[in-house]
């Protein structure tokens, strides 16, 4: 007998959520969503300064060659065709199976309606040379272009066709705050298995990290070094910095740096963290964090250095402008693959 969506979803629930024993690579932990894919827990960004793009196909290579398993990247980053490259060249060396890969993207700004999502997936899924994904994300709700059809439950829609399609293997969101999710909930069984936001020392996110984690959704925390790393596009300064005495502190105790202080932090508040480097050597301490968990108190101490403060703005007027500057871009380096979105 066929067992209805809501008896399925609590069985999931009840499942256990982390399993630290899975092995991809370094011995790394993975989370399952609630659609019942894993997710391995910590994931390599390919957000970086349109000058650094061209180093993204080597350093991404390289993350998957010492043991991440998630990659994180978007038709908005212009990266993921040397993502794709990389893919490319590991599976063909066999150092990992596509299989073995989490490979997260998302929806382009053009994208206003359900009829719209799988043209763009299929734009995606060719520039990173594999015939499916494993995450699609819903980037915002604005509509950054102002089209004159832009809806965001037909949207969501068209992820779950594309999810039913075969093109992705779950669909989730980015920057949604409680009444965006709220709204998902009201208007589909779909549950979003992911929403990606900021979160880091500085912005814990803590009410929004712990509502998407009552309804079972799996954060993503993307700038997750807030301002402990220069931020080119932010003049703002904010402690911790990488000297700070409590960081420092941890990490003697922990045989670590105090970046994988950070990123074990957040991993130890169930979050996947989302971190960027071009240094090989950060790239494999940042891969290296799960032989060590912080307490609870330490965890409390973390949390003291947040002050609300985003690292990357996510008002409609901030995306406009960034999509103007890729746009430029694009059409300044020839970008051909890009031209659509």
Known sequence: MMMNDDVFLDQLRQLPQVESSFTYGAETARRMLIDGNWIPMNAYGTRVRYDDIKRVQQTTTYAMEVGYRTIDTGPGYLTE????????????????????????TKLPFTVGSREQVAPAIRDSLKRLQTNYVDLVLLETTHNVLDKGKHNISDIWRGLEDAKWAGLTRSIGVANFDITDISKILA?????????????NPTFANLKLVAYCQSKSIVVMGCAAFGFLVRR????????????????????KKYGVTVSQV???????????????????????????????????????????????????PIEVDDMRKQYEEMKSYIKKNNLTQYENI
């Open 81 to 104: 065709d040397v993502v794709g490259n990389a893919i490319v060249n590991v599976t063909g060396r066999g150092i990992v199976r596509r299989t073995d890969l989490f490979i997260c």
């Open 187 to 199: 208007s589909s069984k779909t549950i979003p298995a992911v929403n990606q936001i900021e979160t």
């Open 232 to 251: 080119p596009h932010n003049n703002i300064t904010l402690p911790p910095t990488f000297t700070n005495p409590v960081l420092v502190k941890m990490a």
């Open 262 to 312: 950070v990123l074990r932090s957040l991993l130890d508040r169930n979050i996947v963290p989302v971190s960027t480097s071009s240094n090989k050597e950060h790239i494999k301490l940042n891969e290296d964090i799960f032989d060590f968990h912080l307490s609870h108190k330490e965890i409390q101490e973390i949390k003291k250095f947040d002050k609300n403060e985003k690292v990357h």
